[in-house]
Structure formats: structure tokens, C-alpha cells
């Protein structure tokens, strides 16, 4: 293999320099493009079809739970976003304005969408009346924009892919129900599609939500160490409801304020999938998520009746309800092996006029790189039960990478210390405060993670200031 | 029925007014809202859903034919708007300019997407080196924006959902054979799936697509006799690459420029499903694209079995791979039976205490109200079986309508008159020129809506110049 990489052009070692890794991953796997415009990335087919992926297995988990799409307008009129007040303060530096349409000036200009609260809140203030409208679980499939300074593909940029839920419910408790069961639904797909494990809490109030009454989190750890927040739940109590006027009929005919969530991932979760999962030869994609599960590489292709046999092969993989495709293009398998590491596909078919003759192919797996040989009748079945291993396997390593990154830490000097040396999350109690929250970020550059869900007690106090101890936290360094 | 009728709020008859009918058809039936910014929908879930289900089918035939998906940024750099001269011409007085981003004031304003040619001219233009990065053929889903004055729910909107195909081939055959082949996708789908017959044909150089070479189309015609554009299909030429400096190099190392096409089908299609089909009762969806296919309705429903009888139904409808739903809401079965056919889902399925006993339910087919009594165990069968019907029917009676509105002008006074008294397409020939088109859409309102493949030899020369004709022309008024 050693000889074959050099078929492609080398990308950086993870170890020698991570970011630089990152980007050259995403640009050799063909997953993003670079636009005309400053900081809006182009979804190329590799990238957007694990998006299409995820949009799928989401959908779908949604929808069991009782969610229907919709789609509003990408614009909000600046008077609508000002109506919530800690809403407006977060999100208005970093929208993008509208102020002409047509050859006219507009009378009031328009943001384009950062995220849809308050055109969801505008819409429900008409559409709920009475305790029969409740509840309201609406979703949508969309791209948003916030006006970011400096941007990284999938993580951070102008413009990105998204669904953000909005739901309003008769009850407090409703909603904080619906508000976990959407984390849950998040945590499960991470864990079960991505295999990505996610440690589940609570942000502080510095970190919560602008205008959330409380922000649920999936937190997962990259390979580098460092945490990526992939997915967010919001619980808004009845706040945007007062704002914006969203009352109800109850069963005793008095007029109620809705409480509301909303929850959101976006395509930042195929960062994750690469930061996770990937290695110095590229990209490695769990099979549930991946686009092209089985890349059949016949060698030798020219030989009579090795590209027919390839070709066989596919379809037989394809009825067993396998991604499979065909690498018959002019390069070298040599080469070939290597893009197919490169973009991450699960499990490569090799296949020369030998193996053929003696009815056999030979499998390899992209994580392990493990090589089995197969009858040609038994191909299905056998890369079908190597997948089922490798996403099991992926997910496992990942839960014992974390595990192995979770340091405690009992005074503010290991804390210093730990958030030196050893990236990864660090477990420490905490008074509440926001001064110590602060404090610890502009000492390490760490920030609260989140509350897990999980709390252990780990000591009395602070691990900041000393004071008695409220919670314990999750810290890290957070893309 | 008449009874129950009442009980929904009225809708205006068709007869009485067309556009009042299909406004309160699209309000009561719930697929589309009113947002707070002027000339924007909000696609509610009843209308949403129909979309998905058409974006499903279609994004299966496009894959089929070697389609693949990517997303483009929403945001055009003026300057690359500007590139080629027709398009510029024909899209920048109706775009949406944000000139802000953040709190800053923008260096180059950046407009937001009315189509996205210059976008994969500026992408290609760095992809396409040599004959081996040939064909490109690349789809987005999303939405766009164009600034029209007056909106009309799903046939004319500021921002509206779509898809659009952008390919880039090695030759002029090519290209043309794409234009050609994506068209042919749309009818089908139109045919197959919406039951919407179409005429295929040629716009006249008038009514070309901004920056085309040729553009083909799909014309349906609405039960008011009006034609809908339903979906156009581009030949570019190499006058795009040209402009952008898209070049390959061929199998013998001569630079080449490619030849590109783009195709676009929208949610206007909605307002054609409504308006082929509709009735004064309210919707008629296809079963093909129909979210639900089934309605299953309880009678005396507080009866002890009755919903469980029901769900029981629903569930084997449901595994027989049917789209189905239970009213068990509060409401009477007359009033469901009212909105079911508001809604326009094709059958519901009304089973009380007696039926039950007797092991029955009665199918009510929504287009035909065709009453049937079914052995429980039966249904499913028997429903796929009218769901078939009830498809193939609605092809038939849409394919009757427009035939019986398809007249043929001789001379210009007889034209004149057809246009004025009979709503529908006229065949009449023409001499090629503009200023035959501008002054029959002067004196008529009617426009080319195109040259259709299937030419006619009605006479020698044109039906408003009495010049040699060149071209039978189906001429109409149009949304």
C-alpha cells in the first residue's frame, strides 16, 4: 500500500498538523469547493450526498416521532427579528441585509434567515386559536446565513445546511419534554448512523441559546481532542409567546401563552464524521451514512471478462441493497485503491483475471484495512456482514478515544494543566458563575461543554474560585 | 353530500370565479400561508408534503439518468451576474441585493440567486480541465429569489422552491441530446405521476430563457382553459463557456470550449395539480403524489371497537404499502368527509358499528364519489385497485379536456374571435418573426407558448402576416 499512496497526491499527517489535515481531506475526498463568494463553500457530489444521507435517516426519525416539514420564507423583515430581545442581540451583528429588490430601495430592509424563530412565531401567532391547534411540531430543510469572520468547510460558514424544529406546545412540561426527545433523537443518530458517541447536557446561561429559556447539547470529541457541539435543543418557556403573542383557547376557555422549542443540525456534522473517523489516508465513512458502501476495482480491467464479472458482481451487491459502484475509469488499480481510501468508502472489491478464474475476490476494509477472500456467490452476505462490523467497530473506537480524553480535574492548577497538555474534555466542579466560566476560558481558552446529564460528584467546591460547587462540567476546547 | 358540505366553510365555484376558487382552495386546504414578508409563501405541511413527494420521484429519474446533486451558495457576486450579457439583462431588474453583511457595508453587493448559471459557469470553469472531467451533470434543490410585483400562490412568488440542472458536456450532440433528454423526464413525470398531460415543444427566440441558445418546454393546460409553462429545459451552446472561459482539452490536446444546458422544474407544478384537477369540492390529488392516499374515517367513533377496528384498518392499509391516516379528531364524520375532499386525498374509508359487525367498510373514491362496500379483509386490495383507477382516470379526463380545448385559426379574425370566446390553446401557423408575436399578444393577450415537436402543416403562411409561415405555433393566455 505504501507504494500506492503516492498515486495520490499526499495529504498531511493527522500528528504534524490537524488543521491542515482537515482541509486537505475535505478538498482530496471532492467534498466542498471554494466559491466567488468570500466564505460560502460549494457542496460538491461526494460532500452533499452524505448530506442527503443524513437528511434521510433524520427525516425519517423525525417524522416517527410526529414531525411535519414545512417551509418558510428565507427573509425576515428587520422588525420581526427585534421582537425578542435577547433574540435580536444575538443574532442581529451577524446577519446579512436585503435593502433592494428590483431596481427599488426597500422600504424595510430584510435579513436573510440566521435561524427562523421569529418567522415561526409570526406564522403560529395566526395559525393557533385554540387547544386543538396544540401541538404545533414543525420542521424545516433549509440553508441559513450568519455573517462569520473567519470560516472552515462544514464548520463554520457564511452560509451552511441545516433543519431547524420549531414546535409549540399547551404546557411547560410538554415542551421540555419534546425539548429532550429531540436531544434524544440527535444522541441516538449520532451514536446508531455516525457512530460518533456524544456526551448529552445542558448549557450554562453564557453559552445557552440567544432568547432559550434553557440549550440542550450533543457534545462529541474529535480525534484532535478538541469538542464539536453537533446538535442543539432549545426549550423558550413562553418568552417568544409574549413577545410575539401566541395565546390559546384552553379546555376552560381562558387564554394561555403556547411554550415553545426548537432544535437544530446541521451539515457542521460531517466535519465531525471526518474528525472522527478519518486517518492519514483520508476520509472513512461509517457504512450507514456512506454515499458508495462497496467500490468494486477490477485489475486488469482489459482482460476478456474481467470488467462483465465486475459489472456482475455490482448488480448482485446492488439487489442485496448495497451502494455499490463500478471504478472502471482509465487509472490504475494502484490508483484506484488509493481514491477509494481517499473518499472513505467502507469496503474495496478487488478483482483480476485470477481471482476470477478461481471464483474468488478479495475484500478489503477501508478502517482496518484488513483483506478477506471471498467466493464470488458469498460477496453479498460477506461485505454485508463487514459493514455491520466496521460501523459497530468505528463506534467503539470512537467511545474508547473519548474515554481515553476525559481527564478530572480537582484544583484550578491540574485544571491549567490539564487544558495545556492533554486535549480533551476536562471533567470539574463549578459554582454557576459566569466570572469563573469567563476566567477559565481566558486562562486555557476552554469553555463550558455543557452540565452532562450524567453528573458525578467530584468534590465540594469550584474548581475555579472555591466556592461551593453546583455542578459538575463538562470543559473543552470547542471548534 | 350536500348536507355535509356545509359544514366547511363554502369555497367559491370554479364557474362563478376561477382565481377566487383556486385562492380558497389553497387556503382551506391548508398548503400554503401568508408570511409577513410581502410576496413570500409559506409552504404548510399539506403543501409541503406534496413537494417532497414530487422531489422523491423526480430526483429517482433524474439519478436514474446519471444525475448528481450538489448545493451551490444562495449569493451571486454582482460581477459575476454580470458576465454574460442576455442573462444580465434578462435577470438583474428583478433581484433581491443584500449590500450588508454583519455591520458592515459590502465591497461588491452580492444578489440572491434568481437561477445559478453564472454560479456553475464561475465552479466549472476551475472543475473542467481535460475531456476526462466530462460530462458535469449536476442538480441543486433549493429555492430562489425573484422580485415580482404580483404574487400568486405557488404560480408566482418572490422566493420559490425548485430544482435546477446545470451540465456541461464535450460537444454540441451532446448537449443537446441532455436538453432533450431532461425535458423528456419532465413529461413523464407529468404524465406518470401528476396525470398532467403536457404538450412538448420549442419557445419561440421571444420567449427563450435569458442567455439560451434554445429552450424547450412543457405546456399544461388548467381547467380554465389558461396554459402553464410547467417546466423548461436549455440548450446554452458554448456561449456560457465562452463568456466564463470554460475550456477542456480533447483526446488530441486542442483546447475546447464545453457546451452546457440547464433544466428547472418548480412549485408552480402544485398550482397545476390544483388547477387540472380541482373540483368545487376542493382538492383532487393524484394518488401517485397524494402525501395521504387513504383517509379512514370512524363513524360514531366513542362506540366500543369502533377505533380500534379503525387503527386496525389503517395499519394493514398501511402495511400493504399504502399512505394512510385516521380522523379520530372530535369533529362529526360529515364534517370529515367535507375536509377529506377539501383536501383532496383520493379515497376515505367510512366504517361505523353496523359495518363492522358485518365485517365491512364503504371506499368513497374522491374524483367520481363512486361509493363501493368492501369485505374488511379486502380493503387493501381493493383500494390499491381503485387508487390505480382513479390515476389512470384523471390522466384520461385531463388528456380529454385538453384536447377538447385545442382549436385551430385559419385567418387572423378568426383567431381574434377563438381568443376572445374560447379559452384554451389555438394551433395557428407563423411566419417566425416578432413582431407577429408582439402584436397577437397585443390584440389577444394570448402568447407563443410553443413550437410544438409534433408539427401540423395547417396552411402556407403565417395567421397574422399572411407571410410564408415557417412554424405551427400553439399560441395561448398563460399564468
Given at each position: 500500500?505504501a507504494?500506492d499512496?503516492?498515486?495520490?497526491?499526499?495529504?498531511?499527517s493527522?500528528?504534524?498538523?490537524?488543521?491542515?489535515?482537515y482541509?486537505?481531506?475535505?478538498?482530496?475526498?471532492?467534498?466542498?469547493?471554494?466559491?466567488s463568494v468570500?466564505?460560502?463553500?460549494i457542496?460538491?457530489?461526494?460532500?452533499?450526498?452524505?448530506?442527503?444521507?443524513?437528511?434521510?435517516e433524520?427525516d425519517r426519525?423525525f417524522?416517527?416521532?410526529?414531525v411535519q416539514?414545512v417551509?418558510?420564507?428565507?427573509?425576515?423583515?428587520?422588525?420581526?427579528?427585534?421582537?425578542e430581545?435577547?433574540?435580536?442581540?444575538?443574532?442581529?451583528p451577524?446577519?446579512?441585509?436585503v435593502?433592494?429588490?428590483?431596481?427599488n430601495?426597500l422600504q424595510e430592509?430584510l435579513?436573510?434567515?440566521p435561524?427562523s424563530?421569529?418567522?415561526?412565531?409570526?406564522?403560529?401567532?395566526?395559525?393557533?386559536?385554540?387547544?386543538r391547534?396544540?401541538?404545533?411540531?414543525?420542521?424545516?430543510?433549509c440553508?441559513?446565513?450568519?455573517?462569520?469572520?473567519?470560516?472552515?468547510?462544514?464548520?463554520?460558514?457564511r452560509e451552511?445546511?441545516?433543519?431547524?424544529g420549531h414546535t409549540?406546545?399547551?404546557?411547560?412540561e410538554?415542551?421540555?419534554?419534546?425539548?429532550?426527545?429531540m436531544?434524544?433523537?440527535?444522541?441516538?443518530?449520532?451514536e446508531?448512523v455516525l457512530?460518533?458517541?456524544v456526551?448529552?447536557g445542558?448549557k450554562?446561561?453564557?453559552?445557552?441559546?440567544?432568547?432559550?429559556?434553557?440549550?440542550?447539547?450533543?457534545?462529541?470529541?474529535?480525534h484532535?481532542?478538541?469538542?464539536?457541539?453537533?446538535?442543539?435543543?432549545h426549550?423558550?418557556?413562553d418568552?417568544?409567546?409574549?413577545?410575539?403573542?401566541?395565546q390559546?383557547?384552553?379546555?376552560?376557555n381562558?387564554l394561555?401563552?403556547?411554550?415553545?422549542?426548537?432544535?437544530g443540525?446541521?451539515?457542521?456534522l460531517?466535519?465531525?464524521i471526518?474528525?472522527?473517523?478519518?486517518?492519514?489516508?483520508?476520509?472513512v465513512?461509517?457504512?450507514?451514512?456512506a454515499?458508495?458502501q462497496?467500490?468494486?476495482?477490477?485489475?486488469m480491467?482489459h482482460?476478456?471478462?474481467v470488467?462483465?464479472k465486475?459489472?456482475?458482481?455490482?448488480?448482485s451487491?446492488?439487489?442485496?441493497?448495497?451502494?455499490?459502484k463500478?471504478?472502471?475509469?482509465d487509472k490504475?488499480?494502484?490508483w484506484?485503491?488509493?481514491e477509494?481510501e481517499?473518499?472513505?468508502?467502507?469496503?474495496?472489491?478487488?478483482?483480476?483475471?485470477r481471482d476470477?478464474?478461481?471464483?474468488?475476490?478479495?475484500?478489503?476494509r477501508?478502517?482496518?484495512?484488513?483483506k478477506v477472500?471471498?467466493a464470488?456467490?458469498?460477496?453479498?452476505?460477506?461485505?454485508?456482514?463487514i459493514l455491520?462490523?466496521m460501523?459497530r467497530?468505528?463506534?467503539?473506537?470512537?467511545r474508547?478515544?473519548m474515554?481515553?480524553?476525559?481527564?478530572?480535574?480537582?484544583?484550578?492548577?491540574?485544571?491549567k494543566?490539564?487544558?495545556?497538555?492533554?486535549p480533551?474534555?476536562?471533567?470539574?466542579?463549578w459554582c454557576g458563575?459566569?466570572?469563573?466560566?469567563?476566567?477559565i476560558?481566558?486562562?486555557t481558552?476552554?469553555t463550558?461543554?455543557?452540565?452532562?446529564?450524567e453528573?458525578?460528584?467530584?468534590?465540594d467546591?469550584?474548581v475555579c474560585?472555591?466556592?461551593?460547587?453546583?455542578k459538575?462540567?463538562?470543559?473543552?476546547?470547542?471548534y
Amino acid at each position: 500500500m505504501a507504494e500506492d499512496k503516492k498515486l495520490v497526491e499526499a495529504i498531511t499527517s493527522m500528528d504534524v498538523d490537524f488543521a491542515q489535515w482537515y482541509t486537505d481531506v475535505v478538498k482530496k475526498a471532492e467534498l466542498i469547493g471554494y466559491s466567488s463568494v468570500k466564505g460560502c463553500m460549494i457542496y460538491k457530489p461526494a460532500g452533499y450526498a452524505i448530506w442527503e444521507n443524513i437528511q434521510r435517516e433524520l427525516d425519517r426519525r423525525f417524522k416517527e416521532t410526529g414531525v411535519q416539514n414545512v417551509y418558510m420564507p428565507m427573509f425576515i423583515p428587520e422588525s420581526l427579528l427585534e421582537r425578542e430581545k435577547d433574540h435580536v442581540e444575538g443574532f442581529a451583528p451577524e446577519v446579512a441585509w436585503v435593502t433592494r429588490g428590483g431596481l427599488n430601495e426597500l422600504q424595510e430592509r430584510l435579513c436573510v434567515r440566521p435561524t427562523s424563530e421569529t418567522l415561526f412565531c409570526d406564522f403560529y401567532k395566526d395559525e393557533i386559536q385554540s387547544y386543538r391547534d396544540l401541538p404545533k411540531v414543525y420542521n424545516q430543510w433549509c440553508s441559513v446565513v450568519r455573517w462569520e469572520k473567519e470560516t472552515r468547510p462544514f464548520l463554520r460558514s457564511r452560509e451552511f445546511l441545516w433543519q431547524e424544529g420549531h414546535t409549540a406546545h399547551a404546557t411547560a412540561e410538554e415542551a421540555e419534554q419534546r425539548t429532550l426527545q429531540m436531544l434524544n433523537v440527535y444522541a441516538q443518530f449520532c451514536e446508531e448512523v455516525l457512530a460518533i458517541p456524544v456526551i448529552k447536557g445542558k448549557k450554562t446561561d453564557k453559552e445557552k441559546f440567544a432568547g432559550a429559556e434553557a440549550t440542550y447539547t450533543i457534545e462529541a470529541l474529535m480525534h484532535d481532542g478538541k469538542a464539536l457541539q453537533s446538535g442543539t435543543s432549545h426549550n423558550f418557556g413562553d418568552g417568544f409567546a409574549r413577545a410575539f403573542g401566541i395565546q390559546y383557547t384552553d379546555r376552560d376557555n381562558k387564554l394561555q401563552y403556547v411554550h415553545q422549542t426548537s432544535w437544530g443540525l446541521s451539515t457542521r456534522l460531517i466535519g465531525a464524521i471526518i474528525m472522527v473517523h478519518g486517518d492519514d489516508s483520508g476520509l472513512v465513512l461509517p457504512p450507514a451514512i456512506a454515499p458508495v458502501q462497496a467500490d468494486v476495482i477490477p485489475v486488469m480491467q482489459h482482460k476478456a471478462g474481467v470488467l462483465d464479472k465486475a459489472m456482475e458482481v455490482s448488480r448482485s451487491l446492488s439487489d442485496a441493497g448495497l451502494r455499490v459502484k463500478v471504478d472502471d475509469s482509465d487509472k490504475n488499480p494502484g490508483w484506484k485503491f488509493s481514491e477509494q481510501e481517499m473518499r472513505g468508502i467502507p469496503v474495496r472489491v478487488e478483482m483480476g483475471p485470477r481471482d476470477i478464474e478461481a471464483g474468488q475476490a478479495i475484500i478489503v476494509r477501508r478502517d482496518t484495512r484488513e483483506k478477506v477472500t471471498a467466493a464470488i456467490e458469498e460477496l453479498p452476505a460477506k461485505i454485508k456482514q463487514i459493514l455491520d462490523d466496521m460501523q459497530r467497530d468505528m463506534l467503539e473506537r470512537a467511545r474508547a478515544h473519548m474515554a481515553a480524553h476525559i481527564y478530572v480535574a480537582s484544583d484550578y492548577e491540574e485544571f491549567k494543566q490539564t487544558a495545556a497538555e492533554k486535549p480533551g474534555f476536562i471533567k470539574a466542579m463549578w459554582c454557576g458563575s459566569q466570572e469563573c466560566e469567563d476566567k477559565i476560558k481566558e486562562d486555557t481558552t476552554a469553555t463550558s461543554r455543557c452540565m452532562p446529564f450524567e453528573q458525578e460528584h467530584l468534590s465540594d467546591v469550584c474548581v475555579c474560585c472555591g466556592k461551593p460547587a453546583k455542578k459538575m462540567v463538562y470543559w473543552g476546547k470547542a471548534y
